[in-house]
T-cell receptor
């Protein structure tokens, strides 16, 4: 089955200290890689979808990139409100039968201290 | 335009009781997905439903768990004879169609505690 591994498990940054989160995956034909943000007690909030190696997406202080084997979520000059768990998922599709699902990594818990 | 609505937000059940979790998808969405998040674990797929049809239930435990998405009303995830290991956060997501490119919209979840 497809595997998604995120690292590090937890990351503490000072406000303004840029860094990157990693998501490595093994899939038989990528049909989309998703990044979500999850705050405590809430559901995942959609951030980005990437489909092909070399693709990049940006949103405020976040930038997601994709290679053939991994994706990075770059956080530039983070603020305390960026503290959350960031989840990576790949979309798995059953060619025949119409089924699909997201396979998630365990997430990276990011804490940004003021 | 309300998002995906799940209720209750918190549910406490004694071992052996039944738990019913409800999910109302976003307006116009006819595809519903249920995921379970255990402590220290990632989100795990359980079941994918369209109106009146179960498309894929490969992530559902073989016993005690069932799901439905009727023509009218919310999707229901039902857990019979709950055990302590069922304690988890259960999330529902919906999409307008299959093969979405903008991601699935998740609800805030139901946190089930079995005592």
């Amino acid at each position: 089955e497809d595997q998604v591994t995120q690292s590090p498990e937890a990351l503490r940054l000072q406000e303004g200290e840029s860094s990157s989160l990693n998501c490595s995956y093994t899939v038989s034909g990528l049909r989309g890689l998703f990044w979500y943000r999850q705050d405590p007690g809430k559901g995942p909030e959609f951030l980005f979808t990437l489909y092909s190696a070399g693709e990049e997406k940006e949103k405020e202080r976040l930038k997601a990139t994709l290679t053939k084997k991994e994706s990075f979520l770059h956080i530039t000059a983070p603020k305390p409100e960026d503290s959350a768990t960031y989840l990576c998922a790949v979309r798995w599709v059953l060619t025949q039968g119409g089924s699909e699902k997201l396979v998630f990594g365990k997430g990276t818990k990011l804490t940004v201290n003021p | 335009n309300a998002g995906v609505m799940q209720n209750p937000r918190h549910l406490v059940r004694r071992r052996g009781q039944e738990a019913r979790l409800r999910c109302s998808p976003m307006k116009g969405h006819s595809h519903v997905y249920w995921y379970r998040q255990l402590p220290e674990e990632g989100l795990k797929f359980m079941v994918y439903l369209q109106k009146e049809n179960i498309i894929d239930e490969s992530g559902m435990p073989k016993e005690r768990f069932s799901a439905e998405f009727p023509k009218e009303g919310p999707s229901i995830l039902r857990i019979q004879q709950v055990v302590r290991g069922d304690s988890a956060a259960y999330f529902c997501a919906s999409s307008l169609e299959r093969g979405v490119t903008y991601g699935y919209t998740f609800g805030s979840g139901t946190r089930l505690t079995v005592v």
